[in-house]
Every structure is written in structure tokens, then in C-alpha cells.
């Protein structure tokens, strides 16, 4: 069974562009939540999807946003990026309804802003 | 808001020895989960235990157990039998528990340990 896949795996930005990633999730997994990794911060929770609707998000600004499609496959856009940008970007699928859910987790799209 | 907390930024280990991961939370619930993840040099996170807070038994999976002490808000990882793969970063996480409805799919991750395994 194909896991978590993330695209793109790497990619170079500059300032004040914006960048989309995406994610597809196990088959069968209706959740897909999105954490940035970054060495000072660690891993924090942007948001999560469930059938196409936002169920939870974390603290960051509007830049961040993402949506969900019917197929279950998520994107995530980061606009007018910064350079605090810079991160590991990594998507978590789940059925989405088992208490608690264990989350399997992508490679991660390596996100470089210069 | 919950937090966790990672004391040890780096540990070391000999093969076939032991080794125990230190991991503290701060929460008001009384209902949760906590998560051990490793991840591995190749990045891909990967769940290696997990434990319940309304099971007093402590979790086990083959080499790893844990050892979870409520009251004290702590919740170690002991890994038995060191082997090479088991070199990696290792996250504690808090998760809520779904009681108070809505969704709970949220990971709240400590820093992490990076562990490494020499032969």
C-alpha cells in the first residue's frame, strides 16, 4: 500500500513569492493534517483537513492556508513569503474519525525562501 | 495550551545497551494520548509507541516501552537492545482526547532527541 506522498520534495523561492505543495494521502485516509519543521521551532500544527472541510488549525498567519479535494488529496499555499518561511513542511494522513487517529506522516517538502 | 518538553537535545548509546528518552508535558486535561515518533535520517516520521492516559499500564512494543507517570506528567521512552537503525530524532507528542468533541487530530511535539547509536 503506497504511503503519504509529497510534491514537490524540494524547491527554492524567493522573497514576496507565494508556493503551493501537495499532498496525497493512504488511500482510504480522509484526514490530512500539515506541520512546518524548522530547527528553532521544531514542529508545529498548521491545519487539518476532513472531507474537504477544516477541522482544527494551529497559530500561524493568513499566508498560510491550504484546502482539501473530494479525492482526499490536500494542498497547502504559503503567499508573499518570508524568509522565516524556510522549513520542512510535512503532511500527516489518518482515517480521520478513530479516537485517537495514528497519523502516518510524508518525506516532507524541503521549502528554501532566499 | 499544552506543551512538551525534551530535555536531552542529543544522547548517545552503544549497541545492544539501553537507552531512556526523557519527555515532561504540562496539560489541564485529564483525558489524552502521548506519542512516541522517531524519524529516521530519510525524514519520514514513524509512530513507535503509544500510551493512553486512562491505562495505568505502562505501553510496550517489542524494544521500546515506556514508562508513564501521570501524576508527574512524565513519559520516558526506554529502548532495550540498541540497534544501528534505531538512530534518529526522537519527538514526544500530546494529543487530546476526542471526549469534549470536535476534532482532536492535532500533535503537540517536543523538540526532540537526536539519538544516536554507535557500534
Known amino acids: 500500500k503506497a504511503g503519504v506522498t509529497q510534491t514537490p520534495r524540494y524547491l527554492i523561492k524567493t522573497r514576496g513569492q507565494q508556493v503551493t505543495l501537495s499532498c496525497s494521502p493512504i488511500s482510504g485516509h480522509r484526514s490530512v493534517s500539515w506541520y512546518q519543521q524548522t530547527p528553532g521551532q521544531g514542529l508545529q500544527f498548521l491545519f487539518e483537513y476532513f472531507s474537504e472541510t477544516q477541522r482544527n488549525k494551529g497559530n500561524f498567519p493568513g499566508r498560510f492556508s491550504g484546502r482539501q479535494f473530494s479525492n482526499s488529496r490536500s494542498e497547502m499555499n504559503v503567499s508573499t513569503l518570508e524568509l522565516g518561511d524556510s522549513a520542512l513542511y510535512l503532511c500527516a494522513s489518518s482515517f480521520g474519525q478513530l479516537d485517537p487517529g495514528e497519523l502516518f506522516f510524508g518525506e516532507g517538502s524541503r521549502l528554501t525562501v532566499l | 495550551a499544552q506543551t512538551v518538553t525534551q530535555s536531552q537535545p542529543e544522547m548517545s548509546v552503544q549497541e545492544a545497551e539501553t537507552v531512556t528518552l526523557s519527555c515532561t508535558y504540562d496539560?489541564?486535561?485529564?483525558?489524552?494520548?502521548l506519542f512516541w515518533y522517531k524519524q529516521p535520517p530519510s525524514r519520514q516520521m514513524i509512530l513507535v509507541i503509544r500510551?493512553?492516559?486512562?491505562?495505568?499500564q505502562n505501553a510496550t512494543e517489542n524494544r521500546f516501552s515506556v514508562n508513564f507517570q501521570k501524576a508527574a506528567k512524565s513519559f520516558s521512552l526506554k529502548i532495550s537492545d540498541s540497534q544501528l537503525g534505531d538512530t534518529a530524532m526522537y519527538f514526544c507528542?500530546?494529543?487530546?482526547?476526542?471526549?469534549?468533541?470536535?476534532?482532536?487530530?492535532?500533535?503537540?511535539f517536543g523538540k526532540g532527541t537526536l539519538l544516536t547509536v554507535n557500534p
Open positions: 500510551q493512553e492516559a486512562y491505562k495505568q
Open positions: 507528542a500530546f494529543m487530546k482526547h476526542r471526549g469534549s468533541g470536535g476534532s482532536n487530530y492535532k500533535l503537540t
Open positions: 496539560t489541564s486535561e485529564n483525558n489524552y494520548y
